[in-house]
């Protein structure tokens, strides 16, 4: 975890001194704390999620420095109260909701992707970490890839993103980017025909 990533550990950490967490709590039971304002409750739930929604924001927008920003945005809007917990969906679905939202800000501006470039070459290929004799082959793929990516908007690749790589439902993913089901499953859709044509796997349907 980089310097900024400390940092908010620390900042979540430091404000757990003020109450005793109780392990017991279960994840449901964490988030509603939150609701209250309960520091002691956010620094819980961002021990249990932080590495899982780590993750997310790593496939979703590179695996950089920006990842620790997003990271503290998404948590902060918790510890502000901006975003609460209803019970509608599992604890994890409605953290990487917010993710979601903060780093569909980020995506529109961003320019460094090649987290996301990797895990994408990975699912839709299948293939493992390329060995040498591979790496010239990889880089070019992922070249062509970038090209793909650019042209893609937001909205696809993070429906890829939630539906292929994090395994979360359509109906769960379209919630989160406020569309339907089968627009999810439409962007999903696309988005892999033009990544396999992009790696050679055949021209786009």
Known sequence: MGLRGRAMTAKVVRIRKAADRDAAWSDEA????CVSGDPAAVAELFDRFHGRVTRYLTRAIGDGPDVDDVLQATFLEIARGNSRFDGRSAVCTWLL???TNAARHHVRSASRRRGLLEAVTHATTGSSAPGTAETVDARLALRRAQQ???????DQRMAFVLCELEGMRAEE????????????????????KAMRHALGEGAPE
Do not use: F
Request: charged share 20%; hydrophobic share 55%; proline share 0%.
């Open 97 to 99: 909701g917010i993710a």
């Open 173 to 192: 993913a379209a919630r989160m980017l406020g569309t339907t089901e089968s627009a999810v499953w439409k962007r999903v859709s696309d988005a892999r």
């Open 148 to 154: 793909v990516l650019d042209a893609l908007s937001s």
């Open 30 to 33: 964490v988030a509603h704390a």
